[in-house]
């Protein structure tokens, strides 16, 4: 069956660390998407790339940073300078066409101990 | 700016009942709207998809609206069960300056009691 498998379920950072949370997709999607959320927030858009080797800043950011070498792969590394952390971490992809929706992973739950 | 809202909340009502989720929106120039639903520690799951250009869609017991000049979209689930307990999102692809942006709504949390 086609989908995103994200993995780790669950992470655990210490500070000072930087730990990658990868997500893969097999949809043969061209854009990909890295969302965060916090209870009381909603979701909010961390970094998206439309096509390989592009990627775009989104609302949140800093801290953060990505790479889009394959189609199929879009990690995630939430650095050092990511002062908040803690969070549920959901990738999704979608073909860049108006007419299509939107496909989620099951998340990654990052906790700093 | 674009916007979402969601209301209520969160809902919670006896099983068997039939129920209206409320979707907001500040701009009418969308592509299409999308709503899912999200289970306590899991990602989205999506439920329906309308396109700008649709009035509704269905999908077994849920129906969902869209009145794109009124930047209101509903979600109705008829006779509900307690298998249908989660929170509900509603994503809104925007069109800004050629290009797009999805933008979430807060989520009704809700409970159906047996």
């Known amino acids: 069956d086609g989908g995103i498998t994200q993995s780790p379920k669950y992470l655990f950072r210490k500070e000072g660390q930087n730990v990658t949370l990868s997500c893969e997709q097999n949809?043969?999607?061209?854009?990909m998407y890295w969302y965060r959320q916090d209870p009381g927030q909603g979701l909010r858009l961390i970094y998206y790339?439309?096509?390989?080797?592009?990627?775009q800043k989104g609302d949140i950011a800093e801290g953060y940073s990505v790479s889009r070498e394959k189609k199929e792969s879009f990690p995630l590394t939430v650095t050092s300078a990511q002062k908040n952390p803690t969070a549920f971490y959901l990738c999704?992809?979608?073909?860049?066409?108006?007419?299509?929706?939107?496909?989620f992973g099951s998340g990654t739950r990052l906790t700093v101990v | 700016k674009q916007e979402v809202t969601q209301i209520p909340a969160a809902l919670s009502v006896p099983e068997g009942e039939n129920l209206v989720l409320n979707c907001s929106f500040t701009?009418?120039?969308?592509?299409?709207l999308q709503w899912f639903r999200q289970d306590p520690g899991k990602g989205l799951t999506s439920l329906l998809l309308?396109?700008?250009?649709?009035r509704e869609q269905t999908s077994g017991r849920l129906n969902a609206s869209l009145d794109k000049s009124s930047g209101r979209s509903t979600l109705y689930i008829a006779a509900s069960q307690p298998g249908d307990s989660a929170t509900y999102l509603c994503?809104?692809?925007?069109?800004?300056?050629?290009?797009?942006?999805?933008?979430f709504g807060q989520g009704t949390r809700l409970t159906i009691n047996p």
């Open positions: 999704a992809s979608s073909i860049p066409y108006r007419g299509y929706g939107y496909t």
């Open positions: 949809l043969n999607h061209d854009a």
């Open positions: 790339s439309q096509i390989v080797n592009d990627f």
């Open positions: 701009d009418s120039a969308i592509y299409n």
């Open positions: 309308i396109q700008s250009s649709q």
């Open positions: 994503a809104v692809r925007f069109i800004i300056q050629g290009a797009q942006k999805l933008v």
